[in-house]
């Protein structure tokens, strides 16, 4: 069974080639390599990386790394990952 470890607010996505989608959001609680994001569609991504962003913003950002799995940013939108908020499990 999977612990819940922190919240993740997805608001962006690009694809880094080569290496997978940087998703891009504000966290609430913990996040590490190896955690899964659990979206509220069913859809579980394992985490193969985490950043944190600097921005000119109030917020902090980061920017968590999913493989390869999607062709496209529009595959993103239509998986309801881009401008949701997901469970981080461990």
Known sequence: ??????????EEAF??????????GELTGQVSSGNCLAFSTGLVLPIIGVNFINTRSQSEKFG????LQFTSR????????IGATARVLE
């Open 15 to 24: 694809q880094l080639a080569g290496r997978g989608w940087a998703l891009v």
């Open 64 to 67: 968590l790394l999913i493989p």
């Open 74 to 81: 529009q595959e993103l939108l239509d998986q309801q990952i």
């Open 1 to 10: 069974m999977s612990t819940e470890v922190g919240t993740y607010s997805v």
